[in-house]
């Protein structure tokens, strides 16, 4: 095995990467990519090269009428949005800025994404098709450029949240939607077993909220629609939580700047404090409760200060934590996956605030599938240079 | 043979129930939708658990069968076509809706379960299951996720891939796995991506977890005439341009309008050059808003005439006569081709006046339909195979529409699938690495390759050496399949 060489790797388009990779793959150099560096999830390994993809960047083409965007995957996906929003068009796709300088192919490599997959879903049902470099250099391509395609295997929709394991996304297209003409946001105070059913209320309401989520202490619910729409969700919302017992009373709309500053905290939030972690637990919507007070529990447990972001309609909770004197976050995680054993499907860690040691058990329980997804890794990346143990120790 | 082997075991597991071997009820199930491609199978099972399920495939892999996977048979694509010395795994008789949770919104569904029936157990509850083609009140959830099925709506809510939370599968060599889940999200590889829209060469789906959504609160539907299809695409990207996202954006043309009303009196205007059936949905406020917004696009785009749908019963209708286009195009012509390209939607009025050109150049008539909001035509190439000749140049103009719309940057296919009919045109779209990748992916599910061989790679058993024209299948050429 080479030595990792200090300056990262930076090619500037599909060719040069093909290029850089066949010859590391030749060498069974281990590689790792990376483009803003902003969610560096997965293990990591000290011998890897690093590859930086942000000089395969800008916008190929913008299709506005077809409502498709081509664009280089090391591109901020700040600037992407910035050029797109002046022509009055977005990927409706919201994941932590994280410092702006998260890249198109790291936000759907990692799977990251925001409060808005309550209504547009995630990176992998934006990406129409992709361009992609396996390990040996190939450059392959799946899907295409228009929305609707059904030729062929969906790889592109395979490596949405793969974490750079199975190819290195080059260029993609993505579906974008059109700027929503009117917004709004409501809020109020709910504790966990509050906060529990009025995200299924809401996800089950006619007003269509576009975001349910609870941070702990209150929830928001986010629309997004036709100017002349929106008084009337509003008190769509309103009345269906009234009608499942749920009072409402302090339910009210935010100005424009508080929910500017209410959903740009809440984005901050996820991330991991220095030394501390975030968790990203995933449930039915129901459970939101349970999970709050495993949450709670397992930090008493494990000395830890604990505070929950939920994704509650979708059941995506997220337990960022940081140890007391004398606590551990490591304790704190396997406390978390005892109590969530039969109410989590998955305990998970995303963020770490810390590099290098301790290591930690990042994934948990080995999937019924993993043999199969091991498989994949095996087939299109035989010598394994793509990050090699991001998954440790699943494969 | 093997073959024998696989069917002693189901015999015993399956009882006489559940395995048909007469030559007559064998012939039953020779083709799917696609009635120009025939095989008759080698065995025909119809397992009602997964275990079963299981248990066949182990056996087929053991002895090296191959095995084919068929829900309803009315693919479009020739994806159930049997192989003639394998088995044919039925899911007609595993039926059951297992679970339908409304707090969470989540159905957990049987493989043979019809489309339509998971938005019927649904409704008590206000909600649905989006995914709507139009097939879907025979057609199986389990065909819908092997071919990521899209509907009439699927312009604003997306393809069965967008919906399945999970799918539990009976890999090829019959271990039984889960790939995604019951909640939003799972770690690992998003598999179920790959798996939904592959075609049943990925092992065979035994229970599907589907995500449902509550029913809009108003609908609101109207068809606009205009004088050329041309004109009716302008309006369409005034719509878009305008920021909305309608449900559905529908077109016929002149010919398809002739077919459909003689079919169905539905009441759309026989002297239209075409005819815009725009849908939107949603909370109310935002549909009317939305709704009266589209219909002054429309008039500004020269339409001639705007009717609107004045309740449920008139909506049905228009939308009767819109998906009676197809079967009513047997009233023009004894015999079409349906293709099913893709174009960027804005190159339609260009893609249009090609196709005619090649209609006027062949002296065959084509009559349009589309999903006009994505760009996904169905071009219905009429023929009478009774006029010699006639067969052969219409075939040749279908393939030359594909060709056209791959040429425009759009997809051979946008909701039929590849199956064997496309097979042979999947290199027109994808370089020899494109598809040496995806059989890369299908290699690490199945390495023996025997779950449904033949379909959506070109091989060069069924296209040649080098991809090209139609050519016989190899069935046809052994005396075991035809082609009508
Ligand atoms: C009149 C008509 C209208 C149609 N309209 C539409 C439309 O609007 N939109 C659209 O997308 N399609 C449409 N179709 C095509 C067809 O209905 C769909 O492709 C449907 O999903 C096929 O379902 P099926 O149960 O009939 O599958 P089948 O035809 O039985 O099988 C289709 C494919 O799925 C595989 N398969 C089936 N079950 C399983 C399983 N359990 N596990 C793994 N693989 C499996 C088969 O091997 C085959 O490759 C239409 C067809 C007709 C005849």
Redesign the pocket.
């Known amino acids: 095995m080479t030595t990792a060489p200090t300056e990262p790797l930076r090619p500037k388009d599909t060719a040069e990467l093909s290029k850089l990779l066949a010859g590391m793959y030749a060498s069974a150099t281990p590689v790792e990519v990376r483009g803003g560096n902003t969610k560096a999830w997965g293990h990591h390994s000290a011998h890897a090269t690093a590859l930086d993809t942000t000089g395969i960047s800008g916008i190929v083409e913008h299709s506005a009428a077809d409502q498709t965007v081509r664009v280089g995957c090391g591109t901020r996906f700040s600037d992407l949005q910035a050029q797109l929003a002046s022509a009055g068009q977005r990927v409706a796709l919201d994941p932590p800025d994280r410092g702006g300088t998260a890249t198109v192919g790291g936000v759907l490599a990692s799977g990251d994404h925001g409060p808005l997959r309550q209504r547009y879903g995630a990176g992998r049902e934006l990406v129409i098709g992709a361009t992609f470099v396996l390990a040996d250099g190939t450059v392959a391509k799946s899907g295409g450029q228009v929305i609707k395609n059904?030729a062929g295997l969906d790889l592109a929709k395979l490596l949405c949240g793969s974490l750079g394991t199975l190819g290195i996304l080059s260029e993609v297209v993505l579906r974008v939607h059109p700027l929503p003409q009117a917004s709004a946001t409501l809020t109020m105070k709910a504790d966990a077993e509050l906060a529990t059913a009025a995200a299924l209320t809401a996800g089950r309401s006619v007003a269509e909220p576009c975001a349910i989520e609870w941070d702990g202490e209150a929830m928001l619910f986010g629309f997004e629609g036709a100017a002349e729409g929106m008084a009337m969700r509003a008190e769509g919302l309103k009345a269906d939580l009234q009608a499942a017992g749920l009072g409402a009373g302090d339910l009210g709309e935010l100005s424009p700047a508080a929910a500017e500053t209410a959903w740009g905290r809440l984005a901050r939030s996820r991330e991991a404090p220095a030394g501390g972690i975030c968790i990203r637990m995933a449930a039915l919507p129901s459970r939101l409760a349970e999970l709050s007070a495993a949450a709670q529990k397992a930090a008493e447990i494990a000395g830890a200060e604990v505070a929950l972001f939920s994704h509650a309609g979708l059941g995506l909770t997220d337990v960022v934590a940081t140890a007391n004197e004398g606590g551990s976050v490591e304790e704190l995680l396997s406390q978390l996956r005892r109590l969530c054993s039969k109410v989590a499907t998955s305990v998970v860690v995303r963020d770490r605030g810390w590099q290098g040691e301790p290591e930690i058990d990042l994934w948990g329980p080995r999937p019924d599938a993993a043999s199969v997804m091991a498989a994949v890794k095996r087939s299109l990346d035989p010598k394994g240079i793509l990050a090699p143990g991001r998954f440790a120790p699943w494969w | 043979m093997s073959l024998k082997a696989v069917r002693k075991l189901a015999a015993g597991l399956l009882g006489p129930d559940g395995v048909v071997e007469d030559p007559a009820g064998l012939r039953s199930y020779s083709c799917?939708?696609l009635t120009g491609w025939r095989a008759t199978p080698g065995l025909v099972v119809l397992p009602t658990t997964t275990e079963e399920?299981s248990s066949i495939v182990a056996a087929c892999h053991k002895h090296s069968v191959p095995f084919?996977?068929?829900?309803?048979?009315?693919?479009?694509?020739?994806?159930?076509?049997p192989a003639t010395d394998g088995v044919l795994?039925?899911?007609s008789r595993?039926r059951r809706i297992l679970e339908i949770d409304p707090d969470n919104r989540i159905a957990v569904v049987e493989?043979?379960v019809?489309?339509a029936s998971v938005s019927v157990a649904a409704a008590p509850f206000g909600l649905y299951y989006a995914?709507?083609?139009?097939?879907?009140i025979?057609?199986?959830?389990?065909?819908?996720?092997?071919?990521?099925?899209?509907?009439?709506h699927?312009l604003k809510y997306g393809?069965?891939t967008n919906h399945v939370l999970g799918v539990e599968?009976?890999l090829p060599d019959g271990t039984v796995t889960t790939l995604g889940g019951m909640t939003t999200e799972t770690p690992g590889y998003d598999l179920r991506a790959v798996f939904v829209g592959?075609?049943?060469?990925?092992?065979?789906?035994?229970k599907v977890m589907l995500r449902l959504l509550p029913k809009a609160e108003a609908v609101r539907t109207f068809v606009a005439d205009f004088a050329s299809p041309e004109e009716a695409g302008e309006a369409v990207t005034a719509i878009i341009a305008a920021g909305i996202v309608p449900s559905a954006v529908e077109m016929m043309d002149h010919l398809a309008i002739q077919a459909s009303e003689a079919a169905t009196s539905a009441g759309y205007s026989l002297e239209a050059g075409a005819a815009l059936i725009v849908e939107l949905d949603g909370p109310r406020g935002d549909c009317e808003a939305e709704f009266a917004r589209s219909v002054e696009l429309c008039k500004q785009a020269k339409a001639s005439k705007i009717r609107v749908a004045a309740g449920e019963a008139e909506r049905q209708l228009i939308w009767k006569g819109r998906?009676a286009a197809?079967?009513a195009a047997g009233r023009l012509s004894p015999s079409y081709y349906v293709q099913d390209g893709v174009i960027p939607r804005t190159a339609l009025g260009r893609v249009l006046r090609r196709i005619s050109e090649l209609s006027e150049a062949e002296s065959i008539l084509v009559a349009n339909v589309f999903?006009a909001g994505d760009g996904n035509l169905h071009p219905l190439v009429l023929y009478n195979p009774a006029v010699s000749g006639e067969g052969e140049r219409a075939e040749r103009l279908a393939s030359q529409i594909v060709a056209i719309c791959v040429e425009e940057g759009g997809s051979i296919t946008?909701?039929?699938?590849v199956?064997v009919d496309k097979a042979c045109s999947m290199p027109k779209m994808f370089s020899e690495h494109d598809l040496a990748t995806m059989k890369k992916v299908r290699d690490a599910f199945d390495p023996a390759g025997l779950?449904?061989p033949g379909?959506l790679f070109p091989t060069p058993r069924l296209c040649g050496e080098t991809p090209g024209p139609y050519r016989p299948h190899p069935t046809e050429l052994a005396g075991v399949a035809e082609r009508f």
């Open positions: 059904v | 799917d939708g399920v084919v996977a068929r829900g309803s048979g009315t693919g479009l694509s020739g994806g159930a076509l795994i039925v899911t595993m493989p043979g019809t489309n995914p709507d083609p139009s097939s879907q025979v057609c199986s959830i389990g065909g819908n996720v092997a071919e990521n099925s899209g509907g009439a699927c393809f069965t599968v009976v592959s075609e049943g060469i990925l092992g065979i789906t035994t998906k197809f079967a999903h946008g909701e039929h699938g199956g779950a449904n379909k």
